[in-house]
């Protein structure tokens, strides 16, 4: 009977030890993901904002696939625009999940929450029309890749502010966070490619110029799949009673907290910075 009770109490300890520990490393990789958008962040404002400034328009053309179009003012609007908003977005998601922000200024929360859905929309809707108009790099299945992610962003951040209004929060975190992870997917497609780069010795096998090679197909989808699918894993961890589900997930999490790392440091370090100059 006391061993029944001894046992009983072990495992309870391990379950907080461990809830603990999954806890810990999801904020851990947040934390990481958090900062490295924020060299994002950078990086559009000092590269965007510095060709504003100083009006050299053509350093644009230089960084991407199709740029600045000449005889396609809509298209050109739309670009400045998704650009312009995606500093934006990009610097205030992260400001949605600070607790201490949410419950010292509700208000804030709300509104920043109503600019930020807006916002994906805008920017959700310019990509869109510059896929349709222009045509995506990698063809029909990666333009395919970029509507699944516009239309993730979309419905995850009308399920966000759905369950806001209907005040179901434990809901409404949720959905948020599967919203801050569809528009953080562009952010995550850059990160795949500097990661892949790090575990292929910089060969980038499976990588090809046009972004038709295998791996730009997996990622063309990945960018917004592999997140979502990290985060769900998370969720059922959380929830789960055993936990050894929750110490594997932890580990999981510890490792990819690693590999971001190295993703982050490898596309700053080979677009990012470089640009900059
Ligand atoms: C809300 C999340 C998004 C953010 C934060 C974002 C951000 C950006 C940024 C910063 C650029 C400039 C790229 C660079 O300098 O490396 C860009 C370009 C572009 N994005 Fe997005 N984007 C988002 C969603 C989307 C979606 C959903 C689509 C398509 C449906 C899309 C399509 C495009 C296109 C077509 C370009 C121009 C590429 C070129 O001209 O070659 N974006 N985006």
Known sequence: MTSNLQMEQKVEVKATKFAKRLHQSSRTLFGIAIAGQMLFVYYIVAFYGGIVVTGQYEKVNNQLGHGIVEGDPVGNAMLAIHI???????????LQFSTALRNRFPVFHRWNGRIYIITAFIISFAGL?????RGAHGGFINSM??????????GFSVMAWRTAMQRKFMAHKKWALRAFLMVSGVWF????YGLWLLLTG?????????????????LSFGHSLVPLLILELYFFAKSHPNFQVKKWTSAFLALLCLLLVGGIAVISMIFWLPVLH
């Not at 312009?84 to 992260?94: H, K, S």
């Not at 497609?189 to 795949?192: A, V």
Request: cysteine-free; glycine content about 14%.
């Open 202 to 218: 910089f060969s980038g096998i499976g990588v090809t110029s046009n972004l038709t090679g295998p791996f730009d197909r997996f």
């Open 129 to 133: 029309y510059m896929n349709a108009t």
């Open 84 to 94: 312009f908003l995606a500093a934006v977005i990009t610097f205030g998601g992260p």
């Open 189 to 192: 497609f850059r990160i795949g």
């Open 145 to 154: 890749g970029n509507f699944l992610n516009a239309s993730l962003i979309m």
